[in-house]
């Protein structure tokens, strides 16, 4: 697969390293050409430095790794290069206070697909930290981290599938694009618990079998009281 990235920072870096390794062809594009050559040098030799709008026109699919706002400016300078393309988000709008900046409105990646209403915006990899992206693969407790992913076109789905198990995860359906905004949400709080409070945000939920409730556990105590 042909792959743009839009971005030269860590996001960019520790994903599209798993996707050259995975066999696939990147596109490092950038304003600055020299920090664009650098990251491709550092991904691998299937890795080329280019511009934005090079990068754009590479890419079947193209990973937006840049900075909530920033990116929606981007993707509308280059709506027509992106016109059918896959263009995978990955934005946090967290501000200070872990504070969602999209408050009511649309979500961040409900904005790239104003900005680009021909192409097909998925959301995924939001939820965790630069470095979880960069383990060779993201497993806990002999268990693939789960990617969860919304969008609304299938195609542009199976994609984002492929790229999240090439990471080495296991990718979640979360939904239509109309479902972006609740992991932009959940980013916020889970930020919020991990570096706000120093809790630890897998303890909020219970397993699943336990979701409905204990009495659907076989052998799971009687609820107290």
């Known amino acids: 697969m042909r792959i743009g990235v839009l971005g030269t920072g860590n996001m960019a870096d520790a994903l599209a390293t798993h996707w050259v390794r995975a066999g ?9 050409p020299h920090r664009a050559q ?12 280019t511009g934005l709008d090079a990068a ?8 937006v790794a840049l900075p909530f706002g920033a990116g929606a400016e981007v993707v509308r300078e280059l709506r027509g290069v992106l016109a059918g393309r896959v ?5 946090n709008p967290v501000g200070p206070g872990f504070r969602l900046l999209t408050e009511q409105g649309p979500s961040a990646a409900q ?21 979880v992206w960069r383990m060779r693969p ?44 609740l992991l932009e949400a959940t980013a916020a709080l889970f930020i919020s618990l991990w570096v706000g409070e120093g809790a630890d945000a897998q303890a909020v939920a219970p397993p699943l079998a336990y979701a409905t409730g204990p009495a659907r556990v076989e052998g799971a105590p009687a609820p107290a009281g």
């Open 87 to 91: 263009l995978l988000d990955c934005s």
């Open 111 to 131: 904005q790239l697909a104003a900005a680009a209403p021909e192409a097909r915006v998925v959301k995924a990899f939001n939820l965790c930290h630069e470095d």
């Open 138 to 181: 993201p497993v806990f407790d002999g268990r693939p981290l789960a990617v969860p992913v919304c969008g609304d076109d299938p195609q542009a789905l199976a994609r984002a599938y492929t790229l999240v198990q090439d990471v080495g995860c296991d990718p979640v359906a979360g939904g239509g694009l109309d479902r972006a905004g």
């Open 56 to 63: 754009a026109g590479f890419g079947e699919v193209v990973l």
């Open 24 to 32: 696939h062809e990147v596109a490092v594009g950038g304003r600055d």
């Open 38 to 49: 650098r990251l491709a040098e550092r991904i691998g030799p299937a890795a080329h430095p």
